[in-house]
């Protein structure tokens, strides 16, 4: 089936750090989403992207579709200890409902 | 309701055992997943409903795995014969149906397969 590349697998950070995170892909996608999941809770939603090139702000977050639909990053500027979680990203195929998601970044903020 | 609500948070079972996991949609969603995470992994997609029909189910593992809604609102994920491999979070999410539109999660079932 359709697998996404997340990386890194984990990070250990400062409090205070910018963090950066990738999907990469073999195949096209038509909207790249992120999520983020505490323990013990669903994924929610942060940002949702939808076309090539598109660059989008939540907050501290940033997240951009890549121009070759294959790829996107998540950037959390300054952290805070409430960052830390499990950050996924998910891709969805033209004319494909459900989402195909990414193995997961694990972040660990050190106060 | 106000969010995906999933029962029971909790199930142990012994091997054999059949079980049965439910999820209530996001009232007026008409799209309906079941997806499963192992642990340290990332989600597995299983079967996704547009109102009461599967137009894919190509994630079932096996055929001990099935699920079903019903009025197009509540769902049943059922395990039939559970191994220990089965044991996971189970997250059921809800969106609008429409192109693009957004998955809400549950905050999943954790099965636990002694």
């Known amino acids: 089936g359709q697998q996404l590349n997340q990386s890194p697998q984990s990070m250990f950070i400062q409090e205070g750090e910018d963090v950066s995170m990738n999907c990469t892909s073999s195949s096209i996608f038509n909207t790249w989403l992120w999520y983020k999941q505490d323990p013990g809770e669903g994924p929610v939603l942060l940002i949702a992207?939808?076309?090539?090139?598109e660059l989008t702000s939540n907050g501290r977050l940033t997240a951009q579709f890549g121009i070759t639909r294959k790829d996107s990053f998540l950037n959390i500027s300054a952290s805070i200890p409430s960052d830390v979680g499990i950050y996924f990203c998910a891709g969805q195929l033209r004319g494909a409902q459900k989402l195909v998601f990414g193995q997961g970044t694990r972040l660990t903020i050190n106060p | 309701g106000a969010g995906v609500s999933q029962s029971p948070s909790n199930k142990v079972t012994e091997k054999g055992k059949d079980v049965e996991l439910r999820c209530d949609p996001i009232?007026?969603?008409?799209?309906l997943y079941w997806y499963r995470q192992s642990l340290g992994q990332g989600l597995e997609f299983l079967i996704y409903?547009?109102?009461?029909?599967?137009?894919?189910k190509s994630g079932l593992p096996s055929d001990r795995f099935s699920a079903e809604r019903t009025g197009g609102s509540v769902s049943t994920l059922t395990i039939q014969r559970t191994q220990q491999e089965d044991s996971a979070v189970y997250l059921c999410?809800?969106?609008?149906?429409?192109?693009?539109?957004?998955?809400?999660f549950g905050s999943g079932t954790q099965l636990s397969v002694l």
């Open positions: 992207l939808y076309k090539a090139g």
């Open positions: 999410a809800s969106s609008l149906g429409e192109p693009r539109e957004k998955l809400f």
């Open positions: 409903f547009q109102g009461n029909s599967a137009p894919d």
């Open positions: 009232s007026g969603h008409t799209a």
